[in-house]
């Protein structure tokens, strides 16, 4: 039962560089989400998608890009990486509204150092 | 008008004693008002959440009090533990943000033994 997975745990990256933070989730469900946790600041939303092949601008989504081929994946590309990206990255998947409550399922986070 | 603020930043509490962390927000439309427990190097994970249709939910030692008129809502752990240290976040979902929940900045409670 192996929930969001995310992988990597921790990075360090250059100033520059780019690299892709993958997730994926078991639970075949539609929606995923990409957020990101600075200290005091809570979670902040950068994509997010309802489906395979739809994906949408969160609240901050400045250098970042998502890509949804299939229901279990959804990668987040940092295309050259800047300080300002240091954060701790949590990929999010649940069902779509149905009436009730919408129960949003968390993976372990990535840790991203850029230096 | 899609901002849900949480007070207090930081909670110490002695073991035993009563936790309580208030969120406001703005957004009328909002309809669905989840708390997410966080404990370090974890993900957030759902604790317990309300819809705007009653003025209270409990599940166990945890209780969320609603009052719509005043837009506010707030969490209150009962005789809390050490266990229960961790970040909280209150949140909200709905209006224009459809699926999305907008969280607040987060309460970091520390409980002493």
């Known amino acids: 039962n192996a929930g969001v997975t995310q992988t990597p745990k921790f990075r360090i990256l250059k100033i520059g560089q780019s690299m892709t933070l993958q997730c994926t989730q078991d639970?075949?469900?539609?929606?995923m989400y990409w957020y990101r946790q600075d200290p005091g600041m809570g979670l902040k939303l950068i994509y997010y998608s309802v489906g395979a092949g739809i994906t949408d601008k969160g609240e901050v989504p400045n250098g970042y890009n998502v890509s949804r081929s299939t229901t279990e994946d959804f990668p987040l590309r940092l295309e050259l990486a800047a300080p300002s990206q240091t954060s701790v990255y949590f990929c999010?998947?649940?069902?779509?509204?149905?009436?009730?409550?919408?129960?949003?399922?968390f993976g372990e986070g990535s840790w991203l150092t850029v230096v | 008008q899609q901002q849900v603020k949480q007070s207090p930043q930081s909670l110490i509490v002695q073991k035993g004693g009563i936790s309580i962390i208030n969120c406001a927000y703005e957004n009328t439309a909002f309809d669905y008002f989840p708390w997410y427990q966080q404990f370090p190097g974890k993900g957030p994970a759902l604790l317990i959440a309300i819809r705007p249709d009653v003025s209270e939910k409990k599940e166990g030692r945890f209780t969320i009090s609603f009052n719509k008129s005043a837009k506010q809502f707030s969490l209150h752990i009962m005789d809390s533990q050490p266990g229960d240290s961790a970040t909280y976040f209150c949140?909200?979902?709905?209006?224009?943000?459809?699926?999305?929940?907008?969280f607040g900045e987060g309460t970091q409670l520390t409980v002493n033994p």
């Open positions: 949140a909200a979902r709905g209006g224009t943000s459809g699926s999305r929940l907008t």
């Open positions: 999010a998947s649940s069902y779509p509204i149905s009436g009730g409550g919408n129960t949003i399922y």
């Open positions: 639970m075949n469900h539609n929606y």
